[in-house]
């Protein structure tokens, strides 16, 4: 299967990252995790500075590439051995895309101590 260089390149910087987070002495996690991912995507140069800061505000989400999906597979491949010690160990996704003025991609990964059983059905 051929991966394009972009790709590639993007998750090692992933894995990177992810080693630094870690540090010397990280040990991948075990057991069922939760991943939280928001990226802070650039906000258009050619936009109105009303429209910026529009963006800036939340007022305006980026319903443009790239796509959400492809940022999950990207961050969760290159935590792969690093933060944990293999994907099928994550159970649940939180992911955002918004605009911001300082484009970064934030990335939480905590251990699952299962989930309660919850009545969301109203009394009736």
Partial sequence: MYTPTKTRNAEALVKMMASEA????????EG????TIIAH??????WSKKRQAMAADGFILPAKRPDLDNIIKLVTDGANGICYLD????CAINALKIYDKRPHTEV???IMDGLREMDIAGEG
């Avoid at 069922?32 to 991943?35: A, D, F």
């Fill in 22 to 29: 870690v540090g010397k002495e990280g040990v991948p996690m």
């Fill in 32 to 35: 069922p995790l939760s991943v």
């Fill in 41 to 46: 995507l650039p906000i258009p140069r050619s």
């Fill in 87 to 90: 994907d099928r160990q994550i």
């Fill in 108 to 110: 939480r990964v905590q």
